[in-house]
């Protein structure tokens, strides 16, 4: 989370000469006002980058659009925070759980964050004995947040000034 706030901070440095950096400014393409065309440059510049690279469609054949940034952000949070909830994810990015579960956490095996599953299953019970950890980066990995606990307090997933 540190690297989105490094970045924010860099952006807000950026447009400060200019102004725009006001609470209700975009994050993004600040200099306009009108959100139909800031994302329409927004989406341009996201198209030609996906273009120059060759990454225009994905591995399952599925056109990238610039919407699919916020499905990679929903997806990581989903495999990668410690012990977040539906809930929480959901609030964050102004989605409901239902939303979560039916278009990205279907996408999900049984066997991803299995490490988070086994570590709420062990917080229930007494407390242990030392195991044996069969890898050494699952015993240097944090511990978990509390359910509703976020690094930030603000959502990652929508791009507006707080």
Same mark, same amino acid.
Request: charged share 30%; with cysteine.
């Given at each position: 989370?540190?690297?989105?706030?490094?970045?924010?901070? !860099?952006?807000?440095?950026?447009?400060?000469?200019?102004?725009?950096?006001?609470?209700?400014?975009?994050?993004?393409?600040?200099?306009?006002?009108?959100?139909?065309?800031?994302?329409? #440059?927004?989406?341009?510049?996201?198209?030609?980058?996906?273009?120059?690279?060759?990454?225009?469609?994905?591995?399952?054949?599925?056109? !990238?659009?610039?919407?699919?940034?916020?499905?990679?952000?929903?997806?990581? #949070?989903?495999?990668?925070?410690?012990?977040?909830?539906?809930?929480?994810?959901? #609030?964050?990015?102004?989605?409901?759980?239902?939303?979560?579960? !039916?278009?990205?956490?279907?996408?999900?095996?049984?066997?991803?964050?299995?490490?988070?599953?086994?570590?709420?299953?062990?917080?229930?019970?007494?407390?242990?004995?030392?195991?044996?950890?069969?890898?050494?980066?699952?015993?240097?990995?944090?511990?978990?947040?509390?359910?509703?606990?976020?690094?930030?307090?603000?959502?990652?997933?929508?791009?507006?000034? !707080?």
């Amino acid at each position: 989370m540190q690297r989105a706030v490094d970045v924010y901070e !860099r952006q807000c440095k950026l447009y400060e000469p200019d102004v725009l950096t006001k609470p209700d400014d975009y994050l993004f393409m600040p200099q306009y006002s009108n959100w139909d065309t800031a994302l329409k #440059r927004l989406q341009h510049q996201f198209n030609f980058l996906l273009d120059d690279l060759g990454m225009k469609t994905d591995a399952r054949g599925n056109e !990238r659009t610039i919407y699919s940034l916020r499905h990679t952000c929903i997806m990581f #949070r989903l495999l990668n925070a410690d012990g977040i909830d539906m809930l929480t994810l959901a #609030r964050n990015a102004r989605t409901s759980v239902e939303m979560i579960e !039916r278009f990205y956490a279907s996408e999900l095996t049984g066997e991803m964050n299995i490490d988070v599953i086994q570590s709420q299953r062990k917080s229930k019970n007494k407390p242990e004995a030392k195991a044996e950890v069969p890898h050494q980066e699952a015993a240097d990995k944090p511990k978990a947040k509390k359910q509703g606990e976020s690094s930030a307090g603000k959502s990652v997933c929508h791009a507006r000034h !707080r």
